[in-house]
């Protein structure tokens, strides 16, 4: 099962009006996502200690309407599976029942305490997935408050990473076409969602993110704790929802000790579950090979985890010049011929006349930054 951002639904952002009512959504540049940013700014992290898991161990009730919903999942899958065609298991997972954001005493730091019931795959099925069912989405989200868990619809938790190697690269993968949730599209290097047998603590029942961190590298891209990183090395920085599925979970990134074509290798050579993504994509990990990929490759579902990793690493300002950059480089796009404009631009640069020009001046600048001339097709 995966989590938490959608980026199925990007679109062009809306020229803002001066009483325009704003939905608070991240937005990628200038493409519009469903997530919201609940709390972080990707400069500030959480110490683990400061992310307090709690445990509930009794089931949600749901109303009949998704009860009848959820034996129907159950009944189609059983019926897939007895013919033989690719099938959803019934895993162990938890609910959020709700959580607490907050702030440490003494230096203010980040801190997030999360409440957590069981529930199964089905159910996870039969209410988030189930949201784009309009009618269902008008009954039970309208007016919702993503600062509280929406009731019968919080059945997911997870952590989205982007992973950086020894030797600067990140990578992206495209999604199986026999997935649960968004087959086919394009996703940040890890994306895991809770499972209760396995990423339990060790000191009870309530999960443990960083186990669940640990097996999506493991199972998914083939890193091991201890060989290739150290659980240490995992840092969250973002909570927030996919308002799209009511998809909540934590933003993050690690550094690991492969280089990128010993991942690529062992990825080819098998992982746990590589049935869950059909592709990797090795990247350069600066703000504008990341950027030029992800506006590149539609649909793609983690544009936040991008942009807080990219911030935490390069600095606000470098990365909105990236968005920037490729918005004016998908602006003048196929229009015009770009080796020509650059080398007017270089011209009006030596000659001092774009000093009193600013948008020649600005045009230099973003045909510079805009290196790979995959933007531009």
Not at 123 to 132: D, E, I, Q, R, V
Not at 248 to 272: A, H
Request: charged share 25%; net charge negative.
């Amino acid at each position: 099962m995966r989590t938490p951002e959608s980026g199925d639904n990007l679109k062009q952002r809306p020229a803002f009006g001066a009483f325009e009512e704003r939905d608070g959504c991240f937005s990628f540049g200038k493409l519009k996502t469903s997530w919201k940013t609940l709390d972080g700014d990707g400069k500030g992290i959480y110490l683990p200690q400061h992310i307090r898991p709690h445990y509930i161990p009794f089931a949600e009730e749901l109303p009949e309407e998704l009860r009848a919903r959820r034996v129907h999942v159950q009944q189609e899958q059983e019926q897939k599976k007895a013919q033989g065609l690719p099938f959803f298991w019934n895993g162990e997972i938890y609910a959020l029942d709700r959580f607490v954001i907050g702030r440490e005493a003494a230096h203010e730091e980040m801190t997030l305490d999360l409440w957590f019931r069981p529930s199964d795959y089905y159910t996870f099925l039969a209410t988030n997935m189930s949201l784009k069912d309009p009618e269902l989405r008008e009954k039970y989200l309208s007016g919702v408050d993503w600062y509280e868990t929406v009731p019968h619809f919080s059945h997911s938790f997870g952590v989205s990473l982007i992973i950086v190697t020894s030797d600067g690269y990140t990578v992206f993968t495209r999604r199986g076409k026999n997935v649960g949730s968004r087959p086919g599209t394009y996703e940040t290097s890890v994306v895991e969602g809770l499972s209760r047998p396995i990423d339990r603590s060790t000191h009870g029942e309530a999960p443990d993110v960083y186990r669940c961190a640990c097996r999506g590298l493991a199972e998914e891209l083939g890193l091991h704790e201890s060989a290739d990183f150290s659980v240490s090395d995992i840092t969250f920085f973002v909570f927030g929802v996919d308002t799209r599925y009511a998809l909540r979970g934590l933003i993050g990134m690690i550094k690991v000790k492969s280089t990128i074509e010993k991942l690529l290798l062992r990825w080819d050579n098998g992982v746990r579950d590589k049935f869950e993504n059909q592709q990797l994509f090795p990247v350069l990990f600066t703000p504008e090979d990341v950027v030029s990929f992800a506006y590149t490759h539609q649909p793609f579902a983690g544009p936040a985890t991008l942009y807080y990793a990219l911030v935490h690493e390069f600095g606000r300002s470098r990365v909105e010049d990236a968005l920037e950059a490729l918005a004016q480089a998908r602006a003048i796009h196929s229009h015009v011929n770009l080796a020509r404009v650059a080398a007017i631009c270089q011209g009006l640069h030596a000659s001092g006349y774009s000093k009193n020009h600013l948008e020649v001046s600005s045009l230099e600048i973003e045909i510079t930054r805009a290196r790979h001339p995959g933007l531009f097709g």
